[in-house]
């Protein structure tokens, strides 16, 4: 964490006022933890994106660690004969030939790219091993960490967010290379073909720390290969006779254009006129509950009984159960979401009520749905209460969800209906 704030306020020096005394504290307290070897002392709690079925050692912690820290250093202007980068270079030379995993493979390869000549044969190592487990699929290449399970249906975009990185430190690792020869552009090409079609139809990837990786490399991608702005007009048709025209010209490169597709289903046909590059995405909402993945987490939640014969409960309390039941004996971040019923609204006290909770670290009401951040979830169950008022009467109630998925792979997750006690009389 440290590592990436130095590297943000250092990019950010050329925009705003940033004091160095506070990046050569930074720097010190970092060069502080180094170990002898080079690597980097483990400080607080690492959060792992840990891919079942895949081994994932402390070794491979350690250089993905010592990777990230040299990456923010020499993007920070640290020259690799810094004593501090010396030592680490050194050791992640040593144990290249080493490391199997595609994850730090792909972080050393642009550790070496940026420190330059020296470390071109690592480098090269690196690549070559990358290259040697790489998918291709007509005009693109990625890297499948098989952690997307079989058979599941996929009602939204959901990238895998190590394969997103992968692919995106890999596209570094090639434009990244002194004048970026054009062989590296032929092959850097490839993979940005890719890595824009896991984008969700919010402009995200699968979590902010893939996207933030994947918009770098993207953005210098479209640097490198930036030819001069051209006039290129989109017209999309179908056979029932719908027509809209996009045009991309000097006044609207930058805008984002929308159309909503009358038929759906339906068949759509894009044809594009003009010179460049233009980047065309459909997206589809269903309004359904997605089934459960395999069971990363208990979920089970409660809603207080009620003689609905009597009377109609103005508010009500539900009461949500959660624990860790993966592979591993705690879970990294994870995000409780609670949905809304039509017609009520969440009591705020019982939102505080529920920060009271140590592994509640954080938590964000909207109008429509309740987020709370849960931290190192075990098997040992979490209680959470929260209090629905009801401020519309609604009649034939329809359930809502509640939803608890690994922030760092949202294919994690467990997810249950809830309802009023009275759903069919709330009017």
């Given amino acids: 964490l440290t590592a990436l704030v130095l590297k943000c306020l250092y990019a950010a020096k050329s925009y705003i006022h940033v004091d160095e005394y506070y990046l050569r504290e930074a720097v010190a307290w970092i060069e502080n933890n180094q170990l002898p070897s080079g690597a980097f002392r483990m400080r607080g709690q690492l959060l792992k994106n840990l891919i079942k079925d895949r081994v994932y050692t402390n070794k491979d912690e350690s250089v993905s660690l010592s990777s990230f820290v040299s990456i923010s250093l020499l993007e920070s202007g640290w020259q690799p004969e810094d004593p501090i980068l010396e030592k680490t270079l050194q050791y992640l030379s040593t144990v290249t030939p080493h490391v199997d995993d595609l994850y730090p493979q792909s972080l050393m390869a642009y550790t070496f ?69 054009d062989e590296e552009i032929v092959k850097a090409s490839r993979i940005a073909a890719w890595i824009p079609r896991q984008q969700s139809a919010q402009g995200g990837f699968a979590t902010v720390q893939d996207t933030v990786v994947a918009l770098q490399a993207t953005s210098l991608y479209a640097k490198l ?32 254009q929308e159309v909503s597709l009358p038929d759906i289903p339906g068949k759509y046909r894009a044809e594009a006129q003009g010179e460049g590059c233009v980047y065309l995405q459909t997206t589809l909402r269903c309004h359904i509950t997605p089934p ?24 009500f309390k539900l009461t949500v159960h959660i624990s860790y039941a993966g592979p591993w004996s705690s879970s990294s971040k994870a995000l409780l979401i609670i949905r809304m019923l039509s017609g009520y609204s969440i009591n705020m006290d019982s939102v505080k009520m ?21 931290d190192q979830l075990t098997s040992e169950t979490q209680t959470l209460t929260l209090s629905m008022k009801q401020d519309i009467p609604v009649s034939n ?24 006690p009275c759903p069919r009389a709330d009017k």
């Fill in 113 to 181: 790219t940026l420190a330059g000549k020296r470390n071109m044969r690592n480098r090269a190592l690196l690549l070559r091993k990358l290259y040697q487990q790489a998918v291709t699929e007509g005009d693109q290449v990625y890297w499948n960490l098989k952690s997307k399970r079989p058979g599941r249906s996929q009602f939204w975009s959901q990238p895998d967010s190590y394969e997103v990185e992968v692919a995106s430190y890999v596209l570094l690792s090639h434009l990244a290379h002194t004048n970026a020869p």
């Fill in 292 to 315: 459960n993945s395999s069971m990363t987490f208990a979920l089970t939640v409660e809603v207080d009984p009620w003689n609905c014969s009597v009377s109609i409960p103005g508010q």
């Fill in 354 to 374: 529920t920060e009271q909770n140590p592994l509640v670290k954080k938590t964000e009401v909207t109008m429509n749905e309740v987020i709370l951040y849960v």
């Fill in 397 to 420: 109630q329809q359930p809502e969800f509640v939803k608890i998925y690994n922030y760092y792979k949202p294919d994690d997750y467990t997810v249950v209906e809830y309802n009023s």
């Fill in 225 to 256: 290969t930036y030819t001069g702005r051209k006039v290129i007009n989109v017209t999309m048709t179908s056979p029932t006779g719908f027509q809209h025209d996009f045009t991309v010209d000097n006044n609207s490169w930058l805008l984002l």
